[in-house]
């Protein structure tokens, strides 16, 4: 067998191996179901909100339709905003005294990220009024849930005995670069981690977390210190839960489609800067980028290569390969849904070598802003971190 016969061989593994772990996934992840889940503990939400005028009122609205929480309080904090974001909450809020509105005009300290920063003022806020126990919810202003959507992902809570849950939302996609990079953020995770063992150790390692809908348990979180434990990082949805599970407390992954579900971005520049501003981090550095785009290039690249230019054994090979990572790729998304596979996902699924290669061009994209100084994130510089 050639060199090259050997490298598709190879790939073709390594694609077919992601396809088995996320049918694993598929028939075994924790689903988040609402109904017949009523709180009776304190409940308190935090959003940071920074220029989402536009989306914040929804997030409000679907929060005061929640049912079976009767101690809810949600929190907002406007983090000098310049769009309208607290005149669009007011209005939405009206006289519901469950939520309360504060504005931040001070920019992070040093080292800190901003959304670090937000979460750390609006844990303070949580603990000034009440006692510190209970549940403690961040949601990302950009995301909804459906009326039981909060209840259930508290019962997953402490049904589990966890410290942390990270209910996992459905990532809406709109337009072609969106279809072609967020599923890949489900994709990553469901289709090369057992996510039924992932949830029953404590390596950090194995931690899978959306900062997007984080629901902890107020005591754990704030024994390790909260955000300002993971204050200079731009991941600090995944930090915090290594930090959690450095310190003994276990973290819990659910998929939570279709009862929270989002659109992180909805322009091809917002979605390029917002990879941008943050994959340089994650995997480590240059050195542990490089080796995962040479194993993607080896698994997502090369077997449809040779299904498309080789022959015989090698093509056929090949194709095996292409099909197993089309197929992961509609395994996770289908663990992310909650549902049926949509045809757009299908496309998708089958463009997953463009995928890949969009995310590695972001990728290093992020490292030459990173050595050029100039990562930004809604406006504010975020430095070598």
């Not at 009862?259 to 981090?281: C, D, K, P, Q, V």
């Not at 998304?333 to 049926?340: K, Q, Y």
């Amino acid at each position: 067998m050639t060199l090259a016969a050997r490298a598709v061989t190879a790939g073709s593994a390594v694609a077919a191996l992601g396809a088995a772990i996320a049918l694993t996934n598929r028939l075994t992840v924790r689903r988040l179901r609402p109904g017949g889940h009523p709180v009776s503990e304190a409940v308190t939400v935090c959003i940071p909100a920074r220029d989402e005028a536009d989306r914040l009122p929804s997030l409000i609205a679907d929060l005061r339709a929640q049912q079976g929480v009767p101690r809810l309080r949600v929190l907002i904090l406007d983090d000098a905003s310049t769009d309208g974001t607290a005149a669009a909450a007011r209005a939405v809020i009206g006289t519901d005294d469950r939520f309360h509105l504060s504005r931040n005009d001070i920019d992070p300290a040093p080292g800190w990220t901003g959304k670090s920063a937000a979460c750390a003022r609006l844990a303070d806020l949580a603990t000034e009024s009440t006692a510190g126990d209970g549940v403690l919810v961040f949601l990302d202003a950009d995301i909804r849930l459906s009326p039981g959507a909060l209840a259930a992902a508290v019962h997953e809570l402490r049904s589990t005995r966890a410290a942390l849950v990270c209910p996992w939302p459905r990532q809406l996609a709109d337009s072609p670069a969106e279809r072609l990079i967020q599923p890949l953020l489900c994709w990553s995770w469901a289709s090369t981690l057992p996510v039924a063992v992932a949830n029953r150790t404590l390596r950090p390692s194995m931690a899978v977390a959306c900062g997007q809908f984080l629901v902890f348990d107020a005591a754990a979180y704030r024994a390790i210190g909260g955000h300002t434990a993971v204050a200079t990082s731009l991941t600090e949805d995944l930090a915090i839960a290594r930090e959690l599970r450095r310190n003994g407390h276990p973290t819990m992954l659910v998929a939570a489609g279709p009862h929270a579900e989002t659109r992180m971005y909805r322009t091809t520049f917002a979605l390029t800067e917002g990879y941008t501003r943050w994959l340089w981090s994650a995997y480590g550095g240059p050195t542990g980028s490089l080796a995962i785009a040479s194993l993607a290039a080896l698994a997502f690249w090369l077997p449809p290569l040779a299904a498309l230019l080789g022959h015989g054994r090698v093509r056929r090979t090949g194709l095996l390969g292409y099909s197993a990572a089309a197929a992961a790729r509609l395994l996770a998304r289908s663990i992310e849904n909650g549902g049926p596979i949509e045809s757009a996902d299908i496309v998708a699924a089958l463009a997953h070598p463009a995928s890949v290669a969009a995310y590695l061009g972001l990728s290093a994209r992020s490292h030459r802003a990173r050595r050029a100084g100039s990562l930004r994130w809604k406006d504010r510089a975020l430095g070598d971190r």
